[in-house]
């Protein structure tokens, strides 16, 4: 079965990290891109973060540029997303997701995602 699983997400004060995980079930991340993606209490989706799959080049949002990073390991077929400096405009559900395409697209044209991890920032 096809499929992505997130985890990591969890409650951390202003200023904390966290790493999120993403497990892909059914197929391998090698020449596919993968990315982050979060929605907010409103669901609207913002595309975070991608790892391009054609040329290993990465691409992130300017309200996370500096402070998240994405990676992928191919030995156990996860991607990560390291957050770090969280803020409270952070909180939402983050979702990983796949361009079979093999580079970063807008949002919208995600291929498959998971069911996401709710990250919430708060003292």
């Known amino acids: 079965q096809v499929g992505l699983v997130e985890s990591g997400g969890g409650l951390v004060q202003p200023g904390g990290s966290l790493r999120l995980s993403c497990v892909a079930s059914?197929?391998?991340?090698?020449?596919?891109?993968v990315g982050w993606f979060r929605r907010d209490p409103n669901k609207e989706r913002e595309g975070i973060a991608c790892?391009?799959?054609?040329?290993?080049?990465?691409h992130y949002a300017d309200s996370v540029k500096g402070r998240f990073a994405i990676s992928k390991d191919a030995a156990s077929n996860t991607a990560y997303l390291q957050m770090s400096s969280l803020k409270p405009e952070d909180t939402g559900s983050y979702h990983c997701?796949?361009?079979?395409?093999?580079?970063?697209?807008?949002?919208?044209?995600?291929?498959?995602w998971g069911p996401g991890t709710q990250v919430t920032v708060s003292s």
């Open positions: 059914g197929f391998t991340f090698r020449d596919f891109a």
């Open positions: 997701g796949v361009f079979t395409a093999g580079y970063c697209q807008p949002v919208e044209e995600y291929d498959t």
């Open positions: 790892l391009s799959g054609d040329d290993g080049s990465t």
